[in-house]
């Protein structure tokens, strides 16, 4: 048994190593020793089914705590993934019931039951790829990214409302108060704020992460579901950020036992690569749909073509519907092989487009209607900002007393950005000038057109990788601009100085007007003038 695990793990490190050497995600090396460990005669490596949905159940746990559930409810997100689901499995089992007319074994005597099930299993995309790519990207929480994340959400709960479906397995009653959950969301928020080592961080983690899989699993309810939700109702806690940062390790290192489980399928038959073929080309047409519904909901051109690139594969879900399929009968055994084959391509397709997508979106966009300015959603319309002299990123309590202090105080005309649209339309009912928009969103900066250089921008934002992304992107378009932020400790406080901020302030009560002060002396050192209060 020891020998069986060397192996892998030498196959799997050698596979890591040649996917990098050739620029493309680690996970596509290992899905490629999932397959040479299946050619040299592998067929099964004990546990690693339970490592496999594990990493998964973490993944999904750390998908939660960046969510917000407003972000699942979202019109853009509903119409792009109940739309997408429902013509793209149309659209497969018209073409997969076209193609049966050639002689191929695996589509020999498929009914409708079985074009569905094929349909259904190709409409679904990699959370963990798609994940994966978002963090690469660093677009995790950018518009596309919330938009993607909001659609894989809800394309693994019609996953699990599949499967309940084929296999007959009924939920228990009290599975119907399983959702509640979500009620206690604002006192998990409130809970004390005490844990920081790392090892109680990942043990933690995987605890809270395994425990509501469990749970869910008794009510005969998915567990991964349970998994998320448990990730969603911490996702208000100071601990979140902690949380996702000290499991990305041990997550990545689950996460190869569920791409070398993939390869260990085994390759197909010569048709069963042609199937495979075609699958992958139909990527193409799963993208196109993608983009067509995410412009039908008010996304611009630009966004709807990242989104559409970003969710052209196919997923790990998918699989499982097919293995559903096999056990009924309606689907040859040779479709599992098929399946796993596309699936790895769908993710070389990925990375490679992912990595030219400089190149490949403008070609995209000349072929992309516009999306009329009144249709476009409020979060995705240019903004002109007029004679600013501050931005103020980040309008909470902090935020609004940087606001007030500078526009009040030193007669400065300032603009807000905030994304939470209660907040907004409250602040603007105060008279303040403030722009709908998540700082975090890379995307956001190219709808902001400033007809001047401001003197200062200032970050009151409580994450601190936040913080460290938005100084360098501000450095990098506003060299000369002063940069101000908060921080919650000192080691966050120097890595903010180091990395390109000129005032870092501790996040107290009060902290708006320190925060302006400090920031202003700085701005009127670097014109040499001497800036006060207004009297």
């Not at 290992?30 to 998964?56: C, N, Q």
């Not at 990305?248 to 042609?274: M, T």
């Not at 378009?477 to 400790?489: G, M």
Request: net charge negative; glycine share 12%; with cysteine.
């Amino acid at each position: 048994m020891e020998s069986l695990y060397l192996t892998v793990t030498l196959f799997s490190i050698i596979g890591g190593l040649g996917a990098t050497i050739l620029r493309l995600p680690p996970l596509i090396g290992f899905l490629g020793a999932g397959f040479a460990v299946s050619a040299v005669g592998v067929t099964e490596i004990p546990f690693i089914d339970v490592l496999a949905e594990l990493g998964v159940t973490v993944l999904l746990f750390s998908i939660g705590l960046k969510l917000n559930p407003r972000d699942i409810a979202e019109p853009r997100v509903i119409g792009t993934a109940a739309g997408h689901a429902v013509t793209n499995t149309a659209l497969f089992a018209v073409v997969f019931g076209v193609l049966g007319l050639l002689p191929l074994a695996a589509l020999a005597g498929m009914d409708a039951r079985g074009l569905i099930y094929v349909g259904i299993a190709a409409s679904f995309s990699s959370t963990v790829f798609v994940m994966t790519q978002l963090d690469d990207q660093n677009r995790g929480d950018s518009v596309v990214g919330r938009t993607a994340v909001g659609v894989l959400v809800l394309q693994d709960i019609m996953a699990v409302g599949v499967l309940v479906v084929s296999s007959g397995q009924v939920p228990s009653p009290w599975a119907l108060a399983l959702p509640l959950l979500l009620v206690l969301r604002p006192l998990v928020a409130r809970m004390p704020d005490r844990m920081f080592r790392t090892e109680l961080l990942v043990l933690t983690g995987v605890g809270i992460a395994v425990g509501a899989y469990s749970l869910f699993e008794l009510a005969n309810v998915s567990g991964s579901l349970g998994a998320l939700i448990a990730g969603i109702m911490l996702s208000g806690h100071p601990v979140s950020d902690r949380f996702s940062d000290a499991l990305v390790s041990v997550r990545e290192l689950l996460l190869v036992a569920f791409f070398i489980q993939i390869g260990l399928a085994g390759l197909p038959d010569a048709g069963g690569f042609f199937i495979a073929g075609v699958l992958t080309v139909l990527l193409v047409a799963k993208a196109g749909l993608f983009i067509v519904f995410l412009q039908r909901v008010g996304m611009s051109n630009r966004t709807s073509a990242l989104g559409g690139l970003t969710l052209a594969n196919y997923s790990e879900f998918g699989l499982i519907v097919i293995s559903v399929g096999v056990g009924a009968g309606v689907l040859a055994p040779s479709w599992l092989p098929i399946m796993g084959v596309a699936v790895a391509a769908s993710f070389i397709v990925g990375s490679v487009v992912m990595r030219w997508e400089d190149r490949i979106l403008p070609v995209l966009l000349r072929w992309i209607p516009e999306v009329p300015e009144e249709r476009l959603m409020p979060d995705e319309r240019a903004v002109v900002v007029r004679h600013c002299d501050a931005l103020v990123l980040g309008m909470g309590r902090v935020g609004e007393g940087v606001y007030r202090r500078l526009s009040e105080d030193f007669g400065k005309r300032v603009y807000g950005i905030e994304f939470d649209e209660g907040r907004i339309e409250e602040l603007r009912h105060r008279g303040k000038k403030i722009i709908s928009g998540d700082v975090t969103d890379p995307e956001l900066w190219r709808r902001i057109e400033l007809d001047c250089e401001p003197q200062l921008f200032v970050l009151a934002l409580p994450g601190h990788r936040e913080g460290m992304a938005l100084i360098e992107a501000i450095r990098r378009h506003h060299p000369r601009a002063v940069i101000a932020s908060t921080t919650l400790t000192e080691v966050d406080r120097e890595a903010l100085l180091g990395g390109g901020a000129d005032v870092a302030v501790y996040l107290y009560e009060g902290a708006g007007e320190e925060l302006a002060d400090r920031a202003m002396a700085v701005a009127a050192e670097a014109a040499g003038t001497d800036t006060a209060p207004e009297a």
